[in-house]
């Protein structure tokens, strides 16, 4: 079974400033999809950014980028430029890449709460 | 284009009570999850459907059931309500399995006193 670790409960930044979020898996799997979702107070899962391991370059959405070390099994969250509502809770996701019955199960970390700092 | 829609938004039941969940997903998406999340913890997935089928189910007690219609909505059922059972309930649909990305509705929280 994956499984799927943030070590990080809270974390705060400097508004403008960059801050980076931990996230490491395991699997014995060699293709799989990763995520980052923000979860805000309103509860609903947003999807940040999505990474494809087959894929060597780091997925990058505006202001927002991925450090993918699959050797070490390590998927980091680096944004930019941090703003007032970039405040919510952090989840790393793991999904296989392919499954011949469709699932599409997603293994979720304990997340990390970013607070920024005005 | 409306969301992933789940009602109620909030509820309160008693042990021993029987609570069912709404999901109705993005217009023209099949698959339908459901996910648990525990205070202060990540979603557990609970169950998928994919065109009326099961396609994957959690590590859940069986008082927890679901179905899926074929308007592509989708229940969840919970039988025999227990104290530990209080979390978010979570429903996400994706147009179908291996697309790669799941949307999430905000939520049904469920109170059990």
């Known amino acids: 079974a994956q499984t799927v670790t943030q070590s990080q409960p809270e974390m705060s930044v400097q508004e403008a400033e960059t801050v980076t979020l931990s996230c490491t898996y395991d699997t014995s799997e060699s293709d799989y999809y990763l995520f980052w979702y923000k979860q805000p107070p309103s509860r609903q899962m947003i999807l940040v950014i999505r990474?494809?391991?087959?894929?060597?370059q780091n997925a990058t959405e505006n202001r927002f980028s991925v450090n993918f070390q699959k050797a070490a099994k390590s998927f980091s969250l680096k944004i930019s430029d941090s703003q007032l509502g970039d405040a919510a809770m952090y989840f790393c996701?793991?999904?296989?890449?392919?499954?011949?019955?469709?699932?599409?199960?997603?293994?979720f970390g304990t997340g990390t709460r970013l607070t920024i700092i005005p | 284009d409306a969301g992933v829609t789940q009602s109620p938004t909030h509820l309160i039941k008693t042990r021993g009570q029987h609570v069912t969940l709404r999901c109705s997903p993005i217009?023209?998406?099949?698959?339908v999850s459901w996910y648990q999340q525990v205070l202060g913890q990540g979603p557990q997935f609970i169950f998928q459907y994919y065109e009326k089928e099961e396609r994957g189910r959690g590590n859940f007690p069986d008082r927890f059931s679901a179905r899926q219609f074929p308007n592509y909505s989708s229940e969840l059922n919970v039988n025999a309500l227990l104290l530990g059972d209080s979390a978010l309930y979570l429903c996400?649909?994706?147009?179908?399995?291996?697309?790669?990305?799941?949307?999430f509705g905000e939520g049904s929280r469920l109170t059990v006193l």
């Open positions: 990474q494809e391991a087959y894929k060597q």
């Open positions: 217009s023209g998406h099949k698959s």
């Open positions: 996400a649909s994706s147009s179908g399995p291996n697309t790669g990305e799941l949307f």
């Open positions: 996701a793991y999904r296989s890449w392919f499954s011949n019955f469709g699932n599409e199960k997603l293994t």
